[in-house]
């Protein structure tokens, strides 16, 4: 079945250091792949997405690219802000599984201080 | 665009009781919602998928008759827990998809969540 595999975290940071957030993925096909937030209290935000193969989906100055040679969708963001502590989830919907369902990984609590 | 809401967003109740919690898709139809359950600290657990007009289709382990689902329109679904018990406390997520712009039916669009505390 399809399954999506993060980081373990929590991953701590500096304001303006680098960040990258590992995912890879199995799935039948060619799933969609997912980048949600969630901020403390809250449901879940979609960051980014990419729908193919090579797509760079990007937002607020995170992206991702969908890497199918590695089944790859890392989240990358070249400064972190004290506003981007939140937990991160990567996703996938392969639309050969009932209504296109999100598979999500486990999350990855990312905390930065000033 | 694309805004689902919840409601309530907290809820507290007596053991034995019912409780229901409304999901709407505000701006947009939505054609299949799902709902979820989140534990602390934990990834989001699906516990059923709903189309408009049919009836829920429930993960392996979730109780249909405690966990009711209905889909009534396209901009409304309904989680009703039967009977709560503590165990039942939990942060419990909707999301919905539907027919928004050109390539983008497959995103889902989540509400802001309800937590419900049982005592």
């Known amino acids: 079945g399809d399954s999506v595999t993060q980081m373990e975290g929590p991953v701590t940071l500096s304001e303006e250091a680098f960040l990258t957030i590992n995912c890879t993925y199995t799935?039948?096909?060619?799933?969609?792949l997912f980048w949600y937030v969630q901020y403390p209290g809250e449901g879940l935000q979609l960051l980014l997405k990419?729908?193919?193969?090579?797509d760079k989906g990007s937002n607020k100055g995170f992206e991702a690219t969908y890497r199918k040679e590695t089944t790859s969708f890392h989240l990358e963001k070249g400064s972190v802000q004290v506003s981007d502590s939140a937990v991160y989830f990567c996703?996938?919907?392969?639309?050969?599984?009932?209504?296109?369902?999100?598979?999500f990984g486990q999350g990855t609590i990312l905390t930065v201080h000033p | 665009g694309a805004v689902v809401s919840q409601h309530p967003s907290r809820v507290i109740c007596k053991s034995g009781t019912s409780v229901k919690i409304e999901c709407r898709s505000l701006?947009?139809?939505?054609?299949?919602m799902f709902w979820y359950r989140q534990f602390p600290k934990k990834s989001l657990m699906l516990m059923a998928t709903?189309?408009?007009?049919?009836?829920?289709?429930?993960e392996q382990g979730v109780e249909k008759d405690k966990f009711l689902i209905n889909h009534a329109s396209l901009t409304l679904s309904t989680l009703t827990v039967t009977s709560a018990h503590p165990e039942d406390s939990s942060f419990y997520i909707c999301?919905?998809?539907?027919?928004?712009?050109?390539?983008?039916?497959?995103?889902?669009?989540f509400g802001p969540g309800t937590r419900l505390l049982v005592l």
């Open positions: 701006d947009f139809q939505a054609t299949t």
């Open positions: 996703a996938l919907s392969s639309l050969g599984t009932s209504y296109g369902k999100l598979t």
């Open positions: 999301s919905a998809r539907g027919f928004l712009v050109q390539g983008a039916w497959e995103t889902q669009y």
């Open positions: 799935a039948t096909g060619y799933p969609s």
């Open positions: 990419a729908t193919k193969a090579d």
């Open positions: 709903s189309n408009e007009g049919s009836k829920a289709t429930y």
